[in-house]
């Protein structure tokens, strides 16, 4: 009895030897086929097609070595046959295939790609102005800049809506520091320069009434933009540049 009970026990334990490596191996596959899958289908919608080609081929191979049993040996070189594919074999590859394609530089990217970085390409004409500027927020999200020009003038920007130029106690404007900055603005947040310098929504709104409306540059600047404009025949092919206030 204590021998096939000691039995039992070790066929117990070799199997759960042989199972959990088998577990571990197919949570790991699929982590890796959720990546590739992900990776393959974001290179596609980029044109990017000799890496999604050699993407696959690498997939297909990473599964049948850890799928098959016939493929065991192969396991432990999977690391490196994955990097020799990336970079000695695709290389070659992507060269080949340049050498058969019209590489140039109007071609590396789509028409239509083209045209959505054209069209939102902003510029500084030389009638633009600038300003530093000092970002507040609310605690929705809405954002308000002071702005100040070269003679030291004051100018509150909201979105949509025209310059003003406030005093303390106006717009719910707070007493101005020593910079001649509000040091509050009812309702809204100041913030502070990392915090304005790390908020990416910044650089994307645009404050002031249409047509002269003004964006931040940079840290230390906010200017009205301009920017190219589509027009009726951007659709046909033909586009005409436009530039007024973004």
């Known amino acids: 009895m204590t021998s096939l009970a000691s039995q039992e026990s070790k066929t117990r334990l070799l199997a759960s030897k042989v199972i959990m490596p088998r577990l571990l191996r197919l949570a790991l596959l699929v982590v890796v086929d959720a990546a590739m899958i992900w990776f393959i289908s974001r290179s596609l919608s980029l044109g990017y097609y000799p890496l999604v080609a050699v993407t696959v081929i690498i997939a ?4 049948y070595i ?12 999977v690391v490196g046959l994955v990097l020799m594919i990336m970079f000695t074999i695709y290389p070659i590859f992507f060269t080949v295939w340049v ?20 069209l939102k390409a902003k ?5 633009g102005l600038s300003y530093t500027w000092t970002a507040y927020k609310t605690p929705e999200g809405v954002y308000a800049l002071w702005l100040k020009d070269a003679n030291g003038n004051g100018y509150l920007a909201l979105v949509g809506k025209p310059l003003d130029q406030p005093k303390p106690g106006e717009m719910g ?29 910044l650089t994307e709104i645009q404050f002031g009434e249409s047509g002269k409306t003004i964006q931040v540059r940079y840290r230390d600047a906010a200017s009205q933009y301009a920017k190219f404009l589509e027009n009726s025949h951007a659709q046909s092919g033909s586009f005409t540049c436009e530039s007024r206030g973004s």
């Open 60 to 63: 297909v191979l990473v599964n």
């Open 66 to 77: 850890l799928l098959r049993q016939e493929a065991y040996p192969l396991r432990w070189m």
């Open 99 to 118: 050498s058969f394609t019209n590489y140039g530089e109007g071609h590396l990217i789509t028409k239509t790609q083209a045209l959505d970085q054209i």
């Open 123 to 127: 510029y500084l004409p030389a009638t």
């Open 173 to 201: 404007l707070g007493e101005l520091d020593e910079s001649g900055i509000p040091k509050s603005i009812k309702g809204y947040q100041r913030l502070n320069a990392i915090l304005a310098a790390t908020d990416k929504n």
